[in-house]
């Protein structure tokens, strides 16, 4: 297996715009779950967006419609794209890998629910004015 690596996290102002992306080389999409975690400070950390092999994804409520994950096969790189940043968006994003058996259909929330065993190191994300 290869490394997770993030990158895309900066400052922006409220109403803006990031895309993060992640390195996922070495862990191919046909058996894994990919998602993105994240962390404010003094909070625990919060399961975001799962995506799974058959496209399926899950968002969890404090991001759907503003966020979309997203595989790039041919880059081998996963995405987040992130729109109407509120302050509350202000963490440590991961990225996160799990190995399914890729003959089996996941829903993006079994996707969810699975123990991650492979992260990135995370990047930065400040939403302020």
């Known amino acids: 297996q290869g490394q997770l690596e993030e990158s895309g996290g900066g400052s922006v102002q409220p109403g803006g715009s990031l895309r993060l992306s992640c390195s996922v080389s070495g862990f191919p999409q046909s058996d894994h779950c990919f998602g993105w975690f994240r962390q404010a400070p003094w909070k625990f950390r919060e399961k975001i967006a799962f995506i799974v092999n058959r496209g399926n994804t899950f968002y969890t409520e404090t991001v759907k419609g503003r966020f979309t994950i997203s595989v790039d096969n041919a880059k081998n790189t996963l995405f987040l794209q992130m729109n109407s940043l509120i302050p509350e968006d202000t963490a440590l994003y991961y990225c996160?890998?799990?190995?399914?058996?890729?003959?089996?259909?996941?829903?993006?929330?079994?996707?969810?629910?699975?123990?991650?065993?492979?992260w990135g190191q995370g990047t930065e994300v400040t939403v302020s004015s």
């Open positions: 996160v890998a799990n190995r399914i058996v890729a003959r089996l259909t996941y829903s993006g929330d079994e996707c969810r629910r699975r123990d991650y065993d492979n």
